[in-house]
């Protein structure tokens, strides 16, 4: 190549350079990079496995290594956490090789309400299906001695105006006034037969129109009675000095039913009565099993007013406690000070509050 064509070639490059930065004719019209932008190469068409640059054939174990669940993983379901959370913050441990009792399988009753049972660890049978029982109200009465029969009505022998549901019991024709220092009851049925001590069982609205604070005690229990009434009948007076109570609801069982559900003399349940807004447990119910009852639980007026039942209606049953898993009943210091006032000793097995603990050392109260 001579000079001059080397020289036209070199005009000729600067032409096109000058070109390119849009300086034809030497005067600027745009500004444009020097090179062109990089174009990525469009991806082939997939005939095999993905090419390496789209990242699509890269393995990323590596990177973020996937946890697939073994065979003996397992995770519980939320209700069996849920369970398991609240029995450990009650203080109790799993009862794994406990199974559940069938009512508790099955999910609750036809309504849909619980029916969860609790049964300590033994042989004794689970009724399947729900445990339901009638319920009976049982209003003020008088269980009399013979000597206090005789007394009021000039002999020991009562006369049956009616049986009542409990094995060898009835309403007696014999009737009484009850006199306390605010008020007075008037014609108040006595049950029969006679008993070894005289028991008069009143509501707590009974015993505020006589202006008397019985204790609460279950029935035949007066070691801790009060008295303070006046017994008025036909043939003369009786002053009541223990005997006053205000009965414990409680649940009879006949043998056989007894028997079916797993229960004895003794035992605790819950139970559940009424619907609706006024639907009740009661808890801590005392079961009475054995010969000479009759399947029933006995409330008084004013129970069977809050629960909004009466005499027929049904109670189901939501728990049950042994005898030797009773629940401790928590005494308070304003507890431990009413149950100081009416004289009457701590529960055996009760749990004390510390204020209450303090308090018993202070009143000298018996903390065994």
Do not use: K
């Not at 930065?21 to 190469?41: K, N, Q, Y």
């Not at 009976?136 to 008088?142: E, K, N, P, Q």
């Not at 414990?248 to 039913?257: E, K």
Request: net charge positive; aromatic share 2%; glycine share 10%.
């Amino acid at each position: 190549m001579t000079a001059d064509e080397r020289e036209q070639l070199a005009e000729l490059i600067a032409d096109e350079i000058r070109r390119a930065l849009g300086r034809a004719d030497g005067a600027p019209t745009r500004a444009v990079p020097w090179l062109a932008l990089p174009v990525r190469p469009a991806p082939p068409e997939r005939a095999g496995e993905a090419p390496a640059w789209s990242g699509a054939a890269q393995s990323l174990g590596d990177v973020a290594p996937i946890r697939r669940p073994s065979a003996s993983s397992h995770r519980a379901d939320p209700g069996s956490m849920t369970a398991a959370i609240r029995a450990a913050a009650a203080g109790q441990g799993p009862e794994r090789a406990r199974p559940l009792p069938a009512m508790a399988q099955q999910g609750g009753a036809s309504d849909g309400r619980p029916t969860a049972r609790r049964i300590a660890a033994g042989s004794r049978r689970r009724p399947a299906g729900v445990v339901e029982v009638p319920i009976a109200v049982s209003r003020r009465h008088l269980h009399v001695s013979p000597d206090h029969a005789r007394a009021l009505f000039g002999s020991e022998a009562l006369e049956v105006h009616r049986r009542i549901q409990q094995p060898g019991q009835f309403a007696a024709r014999q009737l009484v006034d009850v006199v306390g220092p605010s008020g007075r009851l008037e014609r108040l049925r006595v049950v029969g037969p006679t008993r070894a001590e005289t028991q008069l069982e009143l509501s707590r609205r009974d015993a505020a129109q006589l202006g008397v604070d019985p204790s609460l005690a279950a029935s035949g229990a007066l070691q801790a009675s009060g008295g303070g009434l006046t017994l008025v009948g036909p043939h003369g007076r009786v002053e009541l000095a223990r005997g006053v109570i205000v009965a414990a609801r409680h649940l009879h069982l006949s043998p056989d039913d007894g028997e079916r559900w797993g229960m004895r003399d003794g035992d605790r349940v819950d139970l559940r009565c009424g619907h609706g807004a006024r639907a009740t447990t009661w808890h801590d119910v005392l079961v009475r099993c054995g010969q000479g009852n009759a399947t029933e639980l006995h409330l008084d007026e004013d129970e069977a007013n809050a629960a909004a039942v009466g005499a027929g209606a049904i109670a189901r049953l939501v728990r049950l406690y042994e005898g030797d898993r009773v629940r401790r009943r928590l005494i308070t210091e304003r507890d431990l000070i009413a149950l100081a006032r009416r004289g009457e000793p701590i529960p055996h097995g009760a749990l004390l509050t510390p204020g209450a603990r303090d308090r018993a050392r202070a009143l000298g109260l018996d903390l065994a």
